[in-house]
């Protein structure tokens, strides 16, 4: 039993051949019959070779992790001499223009870490951890960068989609949903092994389709066949075994092949279902005064999905997926009955979806309770290092509550903002506790005393610069889904005259930001697209002090010059 996982036959199956559906595999058959070509008829400006700036910036940003089957660490590279830096990025782009890839690069070691709570003798309980070559990120990085910067530039990429994106979210897509006081259904999907049955070629022909052409889609081509791994459990390795489709776990190019593959599912569903991504964690929800109306449309949209996901090598879990009925409805009213291949989707009172619960009043209630165990739990590292005799100075627990408290407050506080203050005040009695740990003040000294000494925000307060500063960085990204969010007149009728209603989250802001007199601030769209991760940013700058030797110039001159320049 100790042993068991080192079987990782169950895990290569996954993604094997045969693991897809008699019907799929017909499709794949014929598809594939048709080879990949990626040949490049002119020069692409994102073919070029990689610049040593963009190496020494790709290792600079490394982690320290464990190393691949080769033993080369992150350590060992940054270490590198000028010479030995420049052989290597001379390797990569040999790599990169003759259009090969080391077969040691297509190698993993699977660490098996046990799930929570499953049978340690099935090998499938066990969630892996591939190790992979360094050397092999490294240049990954550099590919990613230049893929992503093409994918966003095209516009290949959904807006819908949120996952691992600059400036996108998907925490507001149900906070504008009770306006009305409407039904909303919801229905959050599960995608069974959705990295391991990525389909391959899938991933190829739709890089062929956004028009990628040369070294580019080659790299990636090679990089994704031939793919094997073994199982190390101490000192004992398995056989090697063959990943036939999938995207490589634990690979820099993983997430952004598989947005590339799941792109298009999203353009498949009525107009009247909204839909949301963050990489594999989709959902889907239709809203309607007629609950018979939104079961049809969303049945409809279910097929659709299913139907996409059945030409496409992807499956659905029905057992796994979730529905959620929202509604502020006092009457009674049955549940939806939403199918999948016959099976019908499980209807829940509230959802966890990234990390933030939603209950189906959408009061929030549940998610504040849990936040506040959690952070009720955290708060005993703090007591701990807090001691009278010895321990840490109130700087290092400041710290320390930012990075392990304050930080899981703050995450979502945009969502579950909405909800009752009296519900809100539950955290800051955690908020409060923590300051008088750190600062090491009487219970009984007041608040405002905490918030001063500590130089730190009532939660209320910090909730509205976290949304302000959340608004204004949708802002600054073009067609970004919270910026074209409107409400409409009618509405905002509704809401003066109901004035016990909690306003949608950019209302929220808008009404802040009119309070605070920075409601006609302009926010500049970023520009990390205008700038091509292949080519070395030109700057211009004015030099004072060009002229002037440090070690036989006096400071005061150099201020002289300084405050000429300044006021210039």
């Avoid at 940054?78 to 290597?88: D, G, K, Q, V």
Wanted: net charge positive; glycine share 4%.
């Amino acid at each position: 039993m100790a042993l068991a996982p080192i079987n990782q036959k169950p895990n290569a199956q996954v993604s094997a051949h045969d693991s897809y559906s008699s019907d799929f595999r017909t499709i794949k058959n014929r598809a594939e019959r048709t080879p990949s070509r990626f040949t490049a008829r002119s020069a692409l400006p994102y073919n070029i070779e990689f610049r040593m700036f963009k190496f020494q910036k790709v290792l600079s940003l490394a982690h320290d992790i464990s190393p691949g089957p080769d033993g080369i660490t992150y350590n060992m590279l940054r270490h590198l001499n000028t010479t030995s830096i420049s052989h290597l990025l001379f390797l990569f782009n040999r790599i990169w223009t003759e259009q090969k890839c080391p077969s040691q690069w297509h190698e993993a070691t699977v660490i098996p870490i046990l799930k929570p709570g499953k049978d340690p003798s099935n090998p499938l309980h066990y969630r892996p951890i591939a190790l992979t070559s360094c050397l092999c990120k490294t240049l990954e990085r550099m590919v990613n960068a230049r893929l992503v910067f093409e994918l966003e530039k095209q516009g290949c990429i959904s807006p819908l989609q949120s996952g691992f994106r600059r400036g996108r979210s998907t925490f507001d897509n149900l906070l504008l949903l009770f306006v009305r006081r409407n039904h909303l259904v919801s229905i959050f999907f599960d995608i069974e092994k959705a990295y391991d049955r990525t389909w391959r070629y899938g991933i190829l022909l739709a890089l062929f389709n956004f028009g990628f052409r040369g070294n580019l889609p080659i790299f990636l081509k090679n990089f994704l066949s031939y793919r094997t791994f073994r199982v190390r459990m101490g000192n004992f390795y398995s056989n090697h075994f063959i990943q036939s489709e999938g995207v490589p776990q634990g690979s820099v190019l993983s997430v952004t092949l598989f947005i590339v593959h799941l792109s298009q599912i999203l353009h498949h569903l009525p107009s009247s279902v909204h839909g949301n991504l963050y990489v594999d964690d989709l959902q889907i929800s239709c809203q309607g005064s007629n609950m018979d109306l939104i079961e049809r449309q969303l049945q409809n949209a279910v097929n659709k999905l299913v139907a996409w996901c059945n030409n496409n090598g992807h499956a659905i879990s029905p057992e796994r997926s979730r529905c959620v009925h929202f509604c502020r409805k006092r009457s009674i009213h049955l549940d939806p009955v939403i199918h999948i291949n016959n099976v019908a989707i499980p209807v829940v009172d509230d959802i966890r979806f990234l990390i933030v619960i939603f209950d189906r009043k959408l009061t929030f209630l549940p998610h504040i309770l849990h936040l506040r165990k959690k952070c009720e739990r955290s708060l005993n590292i703090q007591k701990v290092l807090s001691r009278t005799s010895w321990g840490a100075d109130r700087t290092s627990l400041l710290r320390i509550y930012q990075a392990v408290i304050l930080s899981r407050i703050d995450y979502g506080c945009m969502v579950y903002g909405s909800a009752r203050p009296t519900v809100l005040r539950r955290l800051d009695t955690i908020h409060h506790s923590a300051l008088r740990i750190c600062s090491g003040a009487f219970r009984t000294s007041p608040v405002e005393s905490l918030y001063i000494t500590c130089h730190q925000l009532p939660l209320d307060l910090r909730r509205q610069k976290v949304s302000a500063l959340y608004f204004f960085r949708a802002q600054s990204v073009p067609k970004h889904p919270i910026s074209q969010l409107k409400l409409p007149h009618s509405l905002r009728r509704l809401y003066a005259a109901r004035t016990c209603h909690i306003l949608p989250f950019c209302e929220r802001v808008k009404m802040l930001l009119h309070d605070s007199d920075l409601n006609n601030v302009s926010v500049q769209f970023s520009d990390f697209i205008t700038f091509p991760p292949w080519e070395i940013p030109q700057f211009s700058f004015l030099n004072p002090f060009l002229g002037f030797d440090k070690s036989s110039t006096a400071p005061v001159t150099f201020q002289q010059l300084f405050h000429h320049h300044r006021y210039q």
